[in-house]
């Protein structure tokens, strides 16, 4: 039952996600005021991204709109992207597996956190989605997603946590996440790393936490980095210049840090004695 309402309430937040990252880039085009409120995200109405069109409940259903319509718009005929279902689909299969391989007992306090986890995977997603598509990070998603992280962390200070073990954990999260980006950065001058790479490296590891965690998080995406660039490499699809996104993988190796960080943590030490 609770997995049904994941998936339910995932759908749903993909489909804001859809909206949000093409809102927010149609914003940062716009040239005035007017153009700006339009697209805002709180107030302005759902519309085809083509025709502008407005849209209503039945071209609102995630997934199951997009496939009646066969990806197109109802009234102007336009192509819609499969990017649309995708995200959705994902969102919901994230909110899903965060709760089947979440790694604390929910309840309490683990509950709360559990719900800021899946607001910080929406803005995961949509940040995922923005990088894919137009190679930036952009900071009004990013600088949010601060805010969730500290309440994510902070929480477990309700019951009998100590100040200090969270703070230590978390600083260090954020140096491991952001500081090695941040000495890409200065010392290529920002050619082979953006800033917004630094800054989500950063947000990751603090939330995180630990030296463990934030190296288990940086290998696991320089591995998918690897595994990625090499073919595209090989076939001739991108060359030593291209441009190819690092912040989903980032974000890949949070989460699958976040998750599994602590049976990985154990296995390896296994490994070793
Ligand atoms: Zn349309």
């Known amino acids: ?28 085009k716009a040239k005035n005021r007017k153009t700006k409120k339009e697209f805002s995200i709180l107030s302005g109405r759902s519309m085809c991204p083509k025709c502008k069109h407005q849209l209503f409940w039945p071209d609102l259903i995630p997934v199951f709109s997009w496939l009646s319509l066969r990806g197109h718009c109802r009234y102007c005929q336009g192509s819609i992207s499969w990017q649309y279902p995708i995200v959705e689909l994902i969102t919901a299969l994230l909110f899903t597996f965060s709760y089947i391989f979440w790694p604390k007992p929910l309840h309490g306090i683990v509950i709360f956190q559990f ?48 100040i200090i073990s969270i ?15 941040y000495l890409l950065f200065v010392i290529s001058n920002g050619s082979w790393i ?11 590891g603090l939330i995180v936490g630990g030296p463990f965690y934030a190296m ?58």
């Open 115 to 162: 719900i800021i986890w899946c607001l910080l995977l929406i803005g995961f997603v949509a940040l995922a989605v923005y990088d894919l598509r137009w190679y930036l990070l952009p900071n009004r998603i990013v600088y949010p997603l601060f805010v969730l992280a500290l309440l994510e962390i902070l929480a477990p200070l309700a019951t009998q946590a100590s």
């Open 216 to 273: 288990l998080m940086l290998i696991i995406a320089s591995g998918l980095g690897t595994f990625i660039s090499i073919p595209l490499l090989l076939t001739g699809k991108a060359n030593r210049k291209s441009h190819i996104p690092f912040g989903p993988m980032l974000i890949l190796g949070g989460i699958i840090a976040e998750l599994f960080g602590g049976s990985i943590f154990h296995w390896s030490l296994g490994l070793f004695s």
């Open 194 to 204: 953006g800033g917004g790479d630094v800054r989500l490296g950063g947000l990751l």
């Open 167 to 181: 703070t230590i954990a978390a600083l260090v999260g954020l140096a491991i996440g952001g500081g090695l980006f």
């Open 1 to 28: 039952m609770i997995i049904l309402g994941l998936v339910i309430i995932g759908l749903i937040c993909g489909s804001f996600v859809n909206a949000l990252v093409w809102r927010l880039y149609e914003q940062s």
